[in-house]
T-cell receptor, first 114, second 116 residues
Framework: AQTVTQSQPEMSVQEAETVTLSCTYD???????LFWYKQPPSRQMILVIR??????QNATENRFSVNFQKAAKSFSLKISDSQLGDTAMYFC???????????FGKGTRLHILP | GAVVSQHPSWVICKSGTSVKIECRSL??????MFWYRQFPKQSLMLMAT?????????EQGVEKDKFLINHASLTLSTLTVTSAHPEDSSFYIC????????????FGDGTRLSIL
């Protein structure tokens, strides 16, 4: 069974700093999809970034980028120039197919301090 | 873009009441929808997969007689919590694959259920 592990329950960084959130996963499949979701206090699920396993190039979305290490089954999220609005719960997630169920990690609560 | 609408956003009711939550795809057809539950300070856990025109598939440990799922059309799935009790209080959220290539799944805004 696929699993997603986030080992950092909570993190705090100063505004404008760079922060990296860790995620590891386990699967025996060769192709799959990985995501980082942001969940603010409103509890809305916001897709931050996604990575397709067959793509070697790390995905980037403005201030957000990932370090995808397929052999190590690692998928970390880097937030550059962090902003107060980045304060939220961040979930690393996995899905086998685009239309399949999503498996979430336990989440990392990120606090951006002024 | 494709949107999933979920209602109600918040419901408070007495113990023993049945509560229905709707998940509607607004501009696409969803043959499959997923229902998740999130307890406070925890992650999203899949409860069941809703399939249009057929029975839902429930995850291990989820009581199918308590959490009734109906997916009678390509745009609507409903989750009914029957005879709800305080331990059913949680945040319920649905998602639906849009069916278009290269598009991620879309999440509803969730339903906060509080059973008194």
């Amino acid at each position: 069974a696929q699993t997603v592990t986030q080992s950092q329950p909570e993190m705090s960084v100063q505004e404008a700093e760079t922060v990296t959130l860790s995620c590891t996963y386990d699967t025996s499949e060769n192709n799959y999809y990985l995501f980082w979701y942001k969940q603010p206090p409103s509890r809305q699920m916001i897709l931050v970034i996604r990575q397709e396993a067959y793509k070697q190039q790390n995905a980037t979305e403005n201030r957000f980028s990932v370090n995808f290490q397929k052999a190590a089954k690692s998928f970390s999220l880097k937030i550059s120039d962090s902003q107060l609005g980045d304060t939220a719960m961040y979930f690393c997630a996995f899905t086998q197919n685009r239309d399949d169920k999503i498996i979430f990690g336990k989440g990392t609560r990120l606090h951006i301090l002024p | 873009g494709a949107v999933v609408s979920q209602h109600p956003s918040w419901v408070i009711c007495k113990s023993g009441t049945s509560v229905k939550i709707e998940c509607r795809s607004l501009d696409f057809q969803a043959t499959t929808m997923f229902w998740y539950r999130q307890f406070p300070k925890q992650s999203l856990m899949l409860m069941a997969t809703s399939n249009e025109g057929s029975k839902a598939t429930y995850e291990q440990g989820v009581e199918k007689d308590k959490f009734l799922i109906n997916h009678a059309s390509l745009t609507l799935s409903t989750l009914t919590v029957t005879s709800a009790h305080p331990e059913d209080s949680s945040f319920y959220i649905c998602s639906a694959p849009p069916g278009e290539s290269n598009q991620p799944q879309h999440f509803g805004d969730g339903t906060r259920l509080s059973i008194l």
